[in-house]
Structures are given as structure tokens and as C-alpha cells.
């Protein structure tokens, strides 16, 4: 039985609403529901009656969540027991895609809780398959994924069937980034005929298209630069004025110290999700990182 499920189970008890819980949790209320059923099937009874009206505990379910309660207080005590040694050292593994706003989230959270402890840091930008397989593996313990919208139903089949849970971090409509000398970088409302006469610096990694049998992205321009890192974009595209690239929305501090500006463009939307084992349990030093991803997120520009 997963402890993630059942502090779960305890939310939606709080919040009498999958809706509610949801937005508490940080995940999605499909991903929910799917939990909830799965925990009910898993203990073979209800544990919650539902109506238009929300969620109420049935009489089994009210004495599962009392016993669920005392069982997640108790690792509660246990983790703060041996949190002693986490106070000196800092230890993080984690994969990623190559996104600014969570290098961002990264150096922030870094000079925050770095400062007179221990640093141990594995800090991995990967393609959606290869963090599936770290973490599958136990390499890394967590990691952060990128699919398309259109995607999503067979990531998640994926990742049921590798026993692993999923969290909705970021979900968000594509911006383009350009120089702010780009010829359409004062240009309000973008189109692909504009977009089709500059250079397309292509970052998308294939590895979740080649999985699903797909042919790989072939942008919009006849000129493109198909780069295999994102770490270079930001300079490349300040270097490059009549480049642009389809990215995920970058922080104000990012754009203004190259000099570039997003744009937006009707685009399909894309998902940052969080993956980690089914039986695991993030430490206290991941959930902050993953804090400080989450409110880095916030505060970038909704397209």
C-alpha cells in the first residue's frame, strides 16, 4: 500500500472533493480519481460514496482513514527522526529537461539551502525515455518529464505499467523565444508564414517519438538548427538575431540578461510532470526542490 495514496485519500477526506484535493496535491483530478479507485480496489471496499454534492467517507472508509491517519503521523515521526542527519548534508538526484525556468528553480533553491551544509548534487538534463528508465532503474530516485498533450495517455500507460506515480508540476502552452533584435520581435500576434522566413533552433529530444513509433519534429522554416542540448538556446538565440525557438516559458531575469522576448503562439500545450517508484517516498530536501520548481512555475507568463 502506498503511503503517497494514502495522505491522498486523506486530502480528499479534508477537502470532501477530488476536485479540491487536486489543487491541493499539485495533480491532476483525473490522476486522482485514478488513485482513489485503485486504493478502493486495493483494500476491496469503498472507502468514499460519491454524489453531485462531493465526497463523504463510507463507514469502513471512516475507520480505513483513521488507521491510515496514525500510519502516515508515525513515518511522519520516523522521518523527522532521522531528518537530523539531512540538517548537515544536502543530497539531490535527480533527471530533467532542459528548461531555464528549472535551472532557475535549481541555482535558487541551491543558494537557499546550500548555504553551510554538505552538497551533494546529481543534476541530470535527460530526454523523457532515459529519465524513465533512471528512475525505473533506481539511479536516480525522482525525475521530471516533458510530453506533449497529445502523448499523455500513452506516457501515463507507460508509467502504470512501470509502477510508477506521476505528478502534473507545469502545464503550459509553448512561448516563442527570440532575440529582441529579431525582425518580429515588436510583432504582437505571430503567424507561421512569419515565423517560416527565420532560423528554427530545433531543442526537442526525440526519445519519447521514437518510443511511440512517431516521426520526429520537422519544424516550421526551411532553415533549422537542430540542437542536441538546450544549455546553449539562450545564447545562441541572443548571438543569433534572426533565430527563434519554441521553448517553454522562460523567467524575466533569463530574458533580460540575453536580451530576448517570448512570444506567443498557438501551439499544442505541453506537461512537466514529476515521476518517482509507486513504494517510495520523496525526502524532505526533494519536496523543497520540487517547492521551489512549482512557485518558479507560478510566477511565469501564462500564453
Known amino acids: 500500500?502506498?503511503?503517497?495514496?494514502?495522505?491522498?485519500?486523506?486530502?480528499?477526506?479534508?477537502?470532501?472533493?477530488?476536485?479540491?484535493a487536486a489543487k491541493q496535491l499539485f495533480i491532476s483530478q483525473p490522476n486522482l480519481s485514478?488513485?482513489?479507485?485503485?486504493?478502493?480496489?486495493?483494500?476491496?471496499?469503498?472507502?468514499f460514496t460519491r454524489s453531485s454534492r462531493g465526497v463523504v467517507p463510507t463507514d469502513r472508509g471512516r475507520e480505513f482513514l483513521r488507521l491510515a491517519k496514525k500510519a502516515v503521523q508515525q513515518y511522519q515521526a520516523l522521518e523527522h527522526f532521522c531528518a537530523r542527519e539531512e540538517h548537515s548534508s544536502l543530497t539531490l538526484q535527480i533527471c530533467v529537461p532542459g528548461a531555464e525556468y528549472i535551472r532557475?528553480?535549481?541555482?535558487?533553491?541551491?543558494?537557499?539551502?546550500?548555504?553551510g551544509r554538505t552538497l551533494s548534487a546529481d543534476y541530470r538534463e535527460t530526454g523523457t525515455m532515459d529519465?524513465?528508465?533512471?528512475?525505473?532503474?533506481?539511479?536516480?530516485?525522482?525525475?521530471?518529464?516533458?510530453?506533449?498533450?497529445?502523448?499523455?495517455?500513452?506516457?501515463?500507460s507507460l508509467l502504470k505499467r512501470k509502477e510508477l506515480s506521476c505528478e502534473t508540476i507545469f502545464h503550459f502552452e509553448p512561448a516563442v523565444v527570440m532575440s529582441e533584435r529579431h525582425a518580429l520581435a515588436a510583432t504582437s500576434v505571430?503567424?507561421?508564414?512569419?515565423?517560416?522566413?527565420?532560423?528554427?533552433?530545433?531543442?526537442?529530444?526525440?526519445?519519447?517519438?521514437?518510443?511511440?513509433?512517431?516521426?520526429?519534429?520537422?519544424g516550421l522554416c526551411a532553415n533549422t538548427i537542430r540542437l542536441?542540448?538546450?544549455?546553449?538556446?539562450?545564447?545562441?538565440?541572443?548571438?543569433?538575431?534572426?533565430?527563434f525557438a519554441f521553448t517553454s516559458p522562460m523567467p524575466a531575469p533569463v530574458l533580460k540578461e540575453y536580451r530576448l522576448v517570448q512570444k506567443r503562439y498557438a501551439a499544442q500545450k505541453m506537461t512537466d510532470a514529476l515521476i518517482f517508484p509507486d513504494d517510495a517516498r520523496l525526502t524532505r530536501t526533494e519536496n523543497a526542490f520540487l517547492d521551489t520548481v512549482r512557485q518558479t512555475a507560478a510566477e511565469l507568463p501564462v500564453f
Open 1 to 20: 500500500m502506498n503511503l503517497n495514496i494514502l495522505r491522498y485519500a486523506l486530502e480528499v477526506e479534508k477537502s470532501r472533493s477530488i476536485t479540491g
Open 190 to 218: 505571430l503567424t507561421a508564414e512569419m515565423l517560416s522566413r527565420s532560423v528554427e533552433i530545433l531543442c526537442e529530444e526525440d526519445s519519447l517519438a521514437v518510443y511511440l513509433n512517431e516521426p520526429l519534429p520537422a
Open 34 to 47: 485514478r488513485d482513489i479507485r485503485e486504493l478502493e480496489e486495493e483494500v476491496g471496499f469503498s472507502i
Open 104 to 115: 532557475t528553480a535549481f541555482s535558487s533553491f541551491l543558494s537557499r539551502q546550500a548555504k
Open 228 to 243: 542536441r542540448e538546450s544549455g546553449s538556446l539562450c545564447s545562441l538565440l541572443s548571438r543569433i538575431p534572426g533565430a
Open 131 to 156: 529519465a524513465i528508465q533512471a528512475v525505473c532503474q533506481r539511479s536516480v530516485p525522482l525525475a521530471l518529464i516533458r510530453f506533449p498533450d497529445r502523448c499523455e495517455r500513452a506516457v501515463l
